[in-house]
């Protein structure tokens, strides 16, 4: 597998991608992440002129997409019921999506993310079971409780070079 940054000629793929994974969350029974048109093509669109979006290739054909920025998230400021493992420069991991028709991509992806910086959090629904099992497969510990943008909450993880 591949990894590279998403071009605008991707989008569509892209967005088809958002879509499959939302469908796929839903018969898993996350049906409270990513609703009301989240994330809208223009919020794609704006991480792939900033450089921060990524797609996953499999014999040329895109599978798979994510965002991973070196920039602090500012929702992971406050956590609850728990501590950040460190105060370090970190990178986050936001949106990675499969079309559900390759097997590892989420690992694959946060392997890759992990090799590019020694440091990453990340967030998801308390519902969105599957991603939290990824997670804990991958040495990701299990910090306590952030709040998005909308005020909703998420797990937030992370894992270090230790």
Same mark, same amino acid.
């Given at each position: ?18 879509d ?38 499999v014999?040329d ?24 493992l460190?105060?370090q ?10 079309n ?6 989420a ?9 590019? =910086?020694?440091? &990453?959090? *990340? ?8 991603? /939290? !099992?990824?997670l ?6 299990? =910090?306590?409780? &952030?709040? *998005?943008?909308?005020g ?5 993880? /992370? !894992?270090?070079?230790?």
């Amino acid at each position: 597998m591949d990894i590279r940054k998403t071009n605008l000629q991707d989008i569509d793929q892209v967005m088809a991608i958002i879509d499959s994974a939302r469908g796929l969350m839903r018969a898993s029974g996350n049906t409270v992440q990513w609703t009301n048109g989240y994330p809208s093509r223009e919020y794609i669109q704006s991480t792939i002129d900033i450089g921060e979006n990524y797609v996953c290739l499999v014999a040329d054909t895109i599978v798979a997409t994510f965002c991973f920025s070196l920039e602090s998230d500012p929702n992971y400021a406050h956590i609850e019921g728990g501590n950040w493992l460190n105060d370090q420069p970190y990178a986050v991991v936001h949106r990675l999506a499969s079309n559900g028709q390759v097997k590892g991509i989420a690992m694959r992806c946060f392997e890759w993310c992990f090799e590019q =910086c020694p440091n &990453i959090r *990340v967030d998801t629904h308390e519902t969105n079971i599957p991603m /939290q !099992k990824v997670l804990t497969k991958l040495g990701y510990t299990r =910090c306590g409780i &952030i709040y *998005v943008g909308d005020g909703t909450a998420r797990v937030a993880f /992370q !894992k270090i070079n230790s």
